[in-house]
């Protein structure tokens, strides 16, 4: 069965950086691009952007254009997505999709989550 | 980035049946239509429908979308009480080049 497993929780300062994980497994991973998507507390979903595993080609929301990495390691069916220039509203619950299905692409499979906590 | 209006909030008596709306404009819901996704509190969205209106493998039939022009709707018939959730659309903008999400409507089942 499709699973996408994230890595823990992080605590991180201003201005650092976080690193988060999604190991895919129970499908071909350079088959469906994968999405990331956060959440802050209380709030909605907010799309980030996009790595295609199997070119390594990414997309970003222009919200966080400069400031995100997406990079992948199909060795391990793994996604990373990589935050900087941390600030206190990037406090959120962060998620990797996978984009599929058959005539149009939907997010049809979620990791748990993990989330990111940016106190001083 | 401009996203979708849903309505914050519906409430519907068990067994009642449940229409939720999600509005978007001619780039992204009037051109691919919208995904539906479930939310429980503490839990990662679930997709219940995709843009083309198909159902997932394992989606209850309960659950059905549709759309009109630039509107999309997710009718959820004979509410349970595991149907409280959050509910979001979502949908591609090609004039954003950017996925969209709609900011969620909480149904509460009374």
């Known amino acids: 069965q499709v699973q996408l497993v994230q890595s823990g929780a992080e605590v991180k300062k201003p201005g650092a950086s976080v690193k988060v994980s999604c190991k895919a497994s129970?499908?071909?991973?350079?088959?469906?691009?994968v999405h990331w998507v956060r959440q802050a507390p209380g709030q909605g979903l907010e799309w980030m952007g996009w790595?295609?595993?199997?070119?390594?080609?990414?997309h970003f929301a222009q919200k966080f254009q400069g400031r995100v990495t997406m990079t992948r390691d199909t060795s391990i069916s793994t996604a990373y997505m990589e935050l900087s220039s941390l600030r206190s509203d990037d406090t959120a619950v962060y998620y990797c999709?996978?984009?599929?299905?058959?005539?149009?692409?939907?997010?049809?499979?979620w990791g748990q989550g993990t989330l990111v906590t940016v106190s001083s | 980035q401009a996203g979708l209006t849903q309505p914050p909030s519906v409430s519907k008596g068990l067994r009642q049946t449940a229409t939720l709306t999600c509005a978007g404009n001619s780039n992204n819901v009037g051109n691919q239509g919208a995904a539906w996704l479930q939310q429980h509190q503490g839990h990662p969205p679930k997709l219940l429908s995709y843009?083309?209106?198909n159902r997932p493998s394992g989606i209850s039939e309960r659950f059905s979308a549709s759309r009109s022009g630039n509107t999309a709707s997710l009718t959820i018939t004979g509410l349970q009480p595991e149907d409280e959730a959050d509910y979001y659309c979502?949908?591609?903008?090609?004039?954003?080049?950017?996925?969209?999400f709609g900011g969620g409507t909480k149904l509460t089942v009374l």
């Open positions: 129970g499908y071909t991973f350079t088959g469906y691009y």
């Open positions: 843009r083309n209106n």
């Open positions: 999709a996978r984009e599929g299905g058959d005539l149009l692409r939907d997010f049809d499979y």
């Open positions: 979502s949908a591609w903008d090609s004039s954003l080049g950017a996925w969209v």
């Open positions: 790595i295609n595993p199997n070119s390594g080609g990414p």
